[in-house]
């Protein structure tokens, strides 16, 4: 039975414990706590970190796993068919996940994630555990339609994305289900690389939310909204939206609805600040630059917000494949967490880890207690002292208690 002595330990719901142990058993953790506490098992293998503060596996809640390569709208189009190629560079973009320590993702939007996961899952290739959406639901119009393309080419998809009307939203989500997604994901507003709509409009009405949230939960899966602008987001969160993504403008409705509701808010801020630097270089098209520029200082000053008012958020970067948004890098979101909304580092490491599990069906992923997955990050320094540790500190990684071979 192997068990890792740390040098000090975030459980990923509490305080730091110097000098901790977790023992393994089955892949889980089986005990936890001070070294005084936890006795060594007979015969246990022993897992030296003593010299690092050993964290649970990061979960980054919002990114979606299509093997892109380009931000340019038109070659993503191109590559529509091309499932192989895209799962080929998924494949690649698992491996660099798990390796950067994140052992969680969830696919918000993506049309070669379910089969990705279930290839992790049966051990075939390396990677996070993944819970994904499949291809997240959009009104036509809306954000996740291509509004350049001809509509016949929406409406003649065998497995549409793009859903109008109750009756079609509610056999949309039967379909996915039918698929086995872990979630839903619907556009409630407009978005900043969708060419036709804007931030602030909503989109689907109360009706068709209602139909998506009513199907998700009766089969006890959750129902993610990208939503933007405040109306948009409160038609989500009261119509039984569990999680809201990007969240950029909040009014003080919004931030008493996230407390009634329990929701959750996945900010997304990494993907906002790299287009904003350096999306020109990168095929961000005029209108996608135009709005990440107008939209970028009231994203942080909602995200700000919600956190002075103790509305639960979820690190979640929407990196994509490109490398002006990399699978690997997604620990950037907690820098921008501590340096430009002011978290606390401890409260930026908990979005990754014991916050992150909030937005998912399972419960044993995101913290390192009794019962749950043995999915543990060695970092060589403190977070609590430099955050960018997360991302540039990584010792060793183990899912289920094995050890990522790098
Ligand atoms: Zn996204």
Redesign the pocket.
């Known amino acids: 039975m192997p068990y890792v002595d740390c040098g000090t330990l975030y459980d990923g719901t509490d305080e730091f414990i110097e000098d901790a142990r977790i023992v393994i058993e089955d892949g889980r953790v089986s005990a936890v706590g001070p070294i005084e506490d936890v006795p060594e098992p007979e015969d246990g293998e022993r897992i030296d970190h003593t010299g690092a503060v050993v964290i649970p596996g990061l979960v980054d809640t ?3 796993l299509g093997g892109s390569r380009e931000m340019d709208p038109f070659t993503r189009i191109a590559e529509h068919d091309r499932t192989a190629l895209k799962a080929a560079r998924g494949t690649v973009d698992l491996n660099t996940l798990i390796q950067a320590g994140f052992t969680t993702v969830r696919d ?2 993506s049309d070669i994630g379910l089969g990705l996961r279930d290839a992790v899952a049966e051990g075939e290739i390396p990677g996070p555990r993944i819970y994904t959406s499949g291809k997240g639901f959009s009104q036509t119009a809306g954000h996740g339609d291509s509004h350049y393309l001809p509509y016949r080419w929406i409406e003649s998809e065998d497995d549409p994305n793009v859903v109008d009307g109750p009756t079609e939203c509610r056999r949309g989500t039967r379909r996915r289900i039918r698929q086995g997604v872990d979630l839903i994901k619907i556009s409630s507003t407009g978005g900043v690389l969708s060419e036709k709509d804007e931030p602030h409009h909503s989109q689907f009405t109360a009706e068709e939310i209602r139909a998506f949230t009513q199907e998700a939960h009766r089969v006890d899966i959750p129902v993610a909204a ?1 939503a933007q602008g405040a109306p948009g987001i409160k038609n989500a969160l009261e119509n039984g939206v569990d999680t809201i ?1 990007h969240g950029i403008y909040l009014d003080e409705e919004a931030i008493e609805l996230f407390h009634e509701t329990d929701g959750v808010m996945v900010p ?1 801020l990494a ?1 906002v600040e790299r287009i904003c630097e350096h999306g020109e270089d990168h095929g961000i098209p005029p209108w996608g630059m135009r709005k990440a520029h107008e939209v970028r200082e009231a994203h942080l000053e909602s995200t700000r917000w919600a956190y002075e008012e103790g509305v639960t958020i979820a690190a979640g970067t ?1 990196f ?1 494949g490109p490398e002006l948004v990399p699978h690997g890098e997604n620990a950037m979101e907690l820098e921008i967490y501590v340096e430009d909304v002011g978290m606390d580092p401890v409260d930026a490491l908990h979005t990754a880890t014991g916050a992150a599990k909030t937005t998912i069906p399972d419960d044993d992923v995101g913290t390192l207690t009794e019962g749950d997955h043995a999915d543990i990050v060695a970092l060589s320094d403190d977070p609590r002292d430099d955050i960018s540790v997360v991302r540039e500190g990584i010792e060793a990684v183990y899912k289920g208690g094995e050890p990522i071979a790098e």
Do not use: L, P
């Open positions: 919002h990114i979606h918000v939007s990208h993504e997304t993907i929407d994509i």
